[in-house]
């Protein structure tokens, strides 16, 4: 078990920036999850930790140590390809034997087999164990992967996207399955690379946001979900996602408003760090609005929006709603029975408590910086 | 190849297309329809089938010729037909068993040591080269490669004086180690090409999971990679061992009599007072065999190896 440090690390693929001054720490025992989209930079930087891609410059530090001249064999730390990379000459028990009985480890043999064993139920691959790697689907390679990960005790683990290739159902076993492992018995510190806000937000203790190799956030699932810090993290969390409206900042009786470009859109945001007059957009997260038919009292302390519905999305026991309010959309989930029967250029109305309003920069040089304190 | 599975898959090719057709038809005329043409395919098929017979047949015939050679008298020895009664003197006189007069199997013993020494040389100097090349680019490293390339298709007649004349004075002329030195101008640039495409086609991550589960590269590399590259290796010893045995300009040239191949060797039954093509026939068939053997030996992972690249993935 071990921390990670990585230092403003930096590296470059001929002329392309895979990473641009990454930092983050991660703390002993922390399952970290690094988010982004393809090309971010993501296995790049577990790469970096693993040692197999030297950074043109910053360091990596493992257990308070500068791992910069520590060879991959001996950094302790396993790694879960998310090409799997199984050896093709080897059957699945040998596998994930392979780190037990390498030069590092070198377990008796009783132990490798208790080790595999235990490891293959736990994953549901124990029936495989003889199979060889050809003979599998993707899925259950990708399971065999993983266990050559977690059969052994290692400083920390590095996962490479481990559950992407899973069917839906399988994924959300395995996912509830890694918690299990990461936060019960093993307290392993993990660095766990995703693109499924999803598995970022229900595994990790910290959530890192990254994009085209920067790191945008770094915080808890909370903190990321409640205050992003750019417009990018708000909108990489969440579906359906955030809604944006761009507009200005106005001073009224003392208060700050917002009103969109075209006017139709206006709310206070009391607590904005930005004088009236900048160019802004805020961002509305869909679950935050109320449907309101206009039965019963409107609710003290909430905006009311007036629009029309643009798209209705009826998704089981709720429906997302897409309301267009001048010329902006904004989307709205509500309870199947609030929508009854709402068609398509319906006038609606929507409920908005301004405190939950993410106000952002509006340049996309600074990936839209928070300004909502 | 390509040709030959064009056609044999056109045949099954044919009918599955057609499959969805019938539906719209009554089914009779959907069936008799699918009928006259999985006929035609069939058709097709047996055509194509005669013809690589036939091409099998021709490009046959000149190795039964040779042995048909190397059974005739010296009185048949230009005559053409294939009715004759067969002697086996020629082997006889080759092999020096009647009078004791031949050194072919000193020939071929040398042969045998040149052409084994330069594909174990070439191999284990080769391997790691072409798995450097593979995995790590420096500067100048395509062009190291074209050097090494450019051995194999610059004609030999262009270095042969100089060479003769070095081999002369630092006293290797006429040696099996010079042969095998020399040889590496032939055998080596195989080696490395080949090689380099087996490794490129291996994903670098193999390695860097051995690396994690705690593997130096160097046990990483005997461990994983080189048992994956087998069927390479053995297409590439194959080819390499083909080509320095049945080198002739580099023996001809450096070597005189210790060190001399069957290659060369078999001049010698067409100078003289007599040309005696009967003799060389029988050398010639003798001399097939360490390639054919060696080939047999290796033909599991042969196949894999000269098809690797075409039905990957």
Known sequence: MATIDVRSVRKKFGKLVALDDVSFSVNDGEFFCLLGPSGAGKTTTLKSIAGLVQPDSGEVWLAGQDAGDIEPNHRNLAMCFESYALYPQHNVFDNMASPLRSPVLRLPDDQVRERVGRTAEMLGVAHLLDRGVDQLSNGQRQRVALGRVLVRPANAYLLDEPLSHLDAKLRTSMRAELKRIAHGDLMTTTVYVTHDYVEALSLADRIGVIKEGRILQVGTPQQVWDTPETAFVAQAFGKPRISFVSGGLVSDNGTIRFISSDGAITVPVPHVEAAAGEPVRIGIRPRDLTLYTGAGPQPAGHERLDGVVYVLEHLGRQTEVTVRIGESLVSVVAPRNDVGGLTVDDKVSLLLDPARVHVFGDSDSDDGRRLSR | ?313
């Open chain 2, 1 to 313: 190849m390509g040709p030959t599975t064009e056609t044999t898959t056109e045949p099954m090719a044919g009918p599955a297309t057609s499959a969805p057709a019938p539906a719209k038809q009554p089914p009779t005329s959907g069936s008799t329809a699918n009928q006259r043409k999985a006929q035609r395919g069939s058709a097709t098929g047996l055509l194509a089938n005669l013809a690589l017979v036939l091409y099998f047949a021709f490009s046959l015939l000149p190795v039964l010729f040779i042995v048909a050679l190397s059974l005739k008298t010296n009185a048949e020895q230009t005559t053409t037909y294939l009715w004759f009664t067969p002697t086996l003197e020629n082997y006889q006189t080759v092999l020096g068993l009647g009078d004791g007069g031949s050194s072919y199997v000193r020939f071929f013993l040398a042969s045998l040591a040149t052409s084994t020494g330069a594909v174990l040389v070439s191999l284990l100097i080769g391997i790691p080269a072409a798995y450097a090349a593979a995995r790590y680019r420096f500067k100048g490293s395509e062009d190291l490669m074209f050097t090494l390339l450019s051995f194999r298709f610059a004609p030999e007649l262009v270095v042969i004086i100089p060479l003769g004349v070095i081999y002369q004075q630092i006293g290797l002329y006429d040696t099996i180690f010079g042969m095998v030195w020399v040889l590496q101008l032939v055998t080596m640039p195989l080696v490395v090409w080949i090689l380099r495409s087996f490794f490129q086609d291996l994903p670098a991550e193999l390695e860097e999971a051995a690396l994690l589960d705690g593997y130096t590269r160097s046990q990483a590399f005997l461990k994983i990679v080189l048992p994956l590259v087998r069927p390479g290796i053995a297409a590439v010893c194959l080819l390499a061992f083909i080509f320095a045995w049945n080198n002739f300009i580099f023996p001809f040239t450096l070597t005189s009599g210790d060190a001399q191949t069957v290659t060369v060797s078999s001049l010698a039954f067409l100078g003289g007072n007599q040309v005696r093509f009967n003799l060389v026939a029988a050398g010639a068939v003798m001399a097939v065999l360490p390639p054919l053997v060696l080939a047999l030996c290796i033909q599991r992972y042969l196949v894999r190896g000269l098809s690797f690249g075409a039905v990957k993935g």
